[in-house]
């Protein structure tokens, strides 16, 4: 079964989601990969070592990883994409948002063709969530109020 909660990634049970048939799992960048922060910080806080590890461990279940971001900076992105030894990811760099309807579209050009085996992880209730179950995909909700980081917690 699979818990459409979560408070990190790193607390998702992958045994789970193989029970479940998932092969390919789309993770969201802020707030699920790294923590929010302030747009006006000049560094990211980078990514915790549970997600790493989490990471690490999915593809020793085999598991297929993507990373789907609204992002428009496709710099941040690539970093962190390689940073978590993802090789298969897509921002929306100068594009339109990933809305709901556009999911398929998203999916087809990371070459995912079998939305049914695929699970979004992410921390927007409306991109993250539901939008997946458009195209007939699983989604699970990374909820945590600590995600968020600024200037003064920071410094």
């Known amino acids: 079964m699979i818990f459409p909660i979560a408070r990190s990634v790193a607390d998702i049970y992958l045994g789970g989601l193989k029970r479940a048939e998932i092969e390919n799992i789309i993770l969201d960048i802020d707030g699920t990969l790294v923590h929010l922060f302030h747009k006006k910080m000049r560094e990211f806080p980078g990514v915790d070592p549970e997600i790493i590890g989490w990471i690490k461990t999915a593809k020793i279940y085999g598991f297929k990883l993507y990373i789907l971001s609204n992002s428009s900076n496709e710099v941040k992105v690539k970093e962190i994409a390689k940073l978590c030894g993802i090789e298969n ?10 809305k709901p309807w556009r999911i398929g579209k998203a999916l087809k050009k990371l070459g995912i063709d079998n939305p049914k085996k ?7 209730p409306l991109w993250d969530f539901i939008a997946p179950k458009f195209c007939g995909m699983k989604s699970i909700w990374i909820f945590s109020p600590n995600l968020y980081v600024n200037q003064k917690q920071k410094g």
Do not use: P
Not at 118 to 124: F, L, P
């Open 118 to 124: 695929s699970v979004m992880i992410g921390n927007n």
């Open 89 to 98: 990811y897509l921002a929306r760099g100068t594009g339109k948002r990933w």
